[in-house]
């Protein structure tokens, strides 16, 4: 049976490996399509509701400090786009305000 016709309890049962592995090494749920991340007690809670019931092949076990680091890059990388505009905006203010009393040509 091809999987995207398999039954809710069909699929379930092939993810009743990856719910214990999950557990075990303290990994979570991710779903890369939508970079979707859940630990395993939420996708059961969610899943009991009829959303994210995707077999096996939409799921990877990843440790969630992965997530946590890729943000913390972004956090990084935005804090220093921010930095240089402001600086950028100082210059342009610091160079306009001169200029006009006269202090730079």
Partial sequence: MPKELMSKELILKELEPLFKRAREQNLW??????DLWFTPEELEKT????????????WEL???TEKLQGL??????????YDEFQLKLYKCFIDKHLRRNNVLP
Avoid: L, M, S, T
């Fill in 29 to 34: 749920f991710h779903c890369n399509y939508q």
């Fill in 47 to 58: 899943q009991e509701k009829g959303r994210f019931v995707w077999g096996a092949i939409n």
């Fill in 62 to 64: 990843k440790d969630p």
């Fill in 72 to 81: 913390q890059n972004k956090v990084k990388r935005a804090q220093k786009d």
